[in-house]
């Protein structure tokens, strides 16, 4: 298994009362969008939509919570341990937009976790091609998770 995910719920967040999916289900999306050749961890933190509001107002200057922030990190190899880095999930804005846009609310989950891993590991979506390599790497590892496409309007 190259990742190893490390899943903490931040205090907040209300977990009886919300539709967050269990640690197995996190651990293979972010396999299955993990191309580390070497073991290495990945940390998921599940906020509430303040904690993520604050997240993304100090780090991106944006200030409205967002679905989901990635904290890449690189050490240097004598560390001895790789660490992809830090994905923080909000589970308000994830569970919303999953209601909002008509998707399963599992299937949106899914493809927040591995839009994130995939930021972690130096893609992003700035430049419409680069946008274009990412969605249709998200898509592919998606339908291997037996996913539809998160990009078909419903």
């Known amino acids: 298994m190259p990742v190893t995910v490390e899943l903490t719920i931040s205090e907040d967040v209300d977990a009886e009362n919300m539709s967050i999916p269990d640690k197995q289900s996190f651990q293979l999306w972010a396999e299955s969008a993990c191309f580390c050749e070497d073991d290495t961890i990945a940390s998921l933190q599940i906020v509430d ?5 604050i997240l993304n107002k100090n780090y991106r200057d944006k200030d409205a919570p967002t679905n989901v922030l990635s904290f890449p990190m690189q050490l240097p190899e004598e560390v001895g341990v790789k660490i992809l880095g830090d994905l923080a999930l909000c589970v308000d804005v994830i569970n919303e937009e999953a ?3 008509g998707k399963h609310l599992r299937a949106h ?16 979506h700035i430049e419409d091609a680069d946008a274009e390599i990412m969605e249709a790497m998200e898509i592919d590892i998606l339908k291997k998770l037996d996913f539809e496409n998160p990009y078909l309007v419903h």
């Open 109 to 124: 989950w899914a493809h927040m976790v591995v839009h994130g891993m995939l930021h972690l590991q130096g893609y992003d």
């Open 99 to 101: 209601k909002q846009q």
């Open 49 to 53: 939509r303040d904690e993520m509001q």
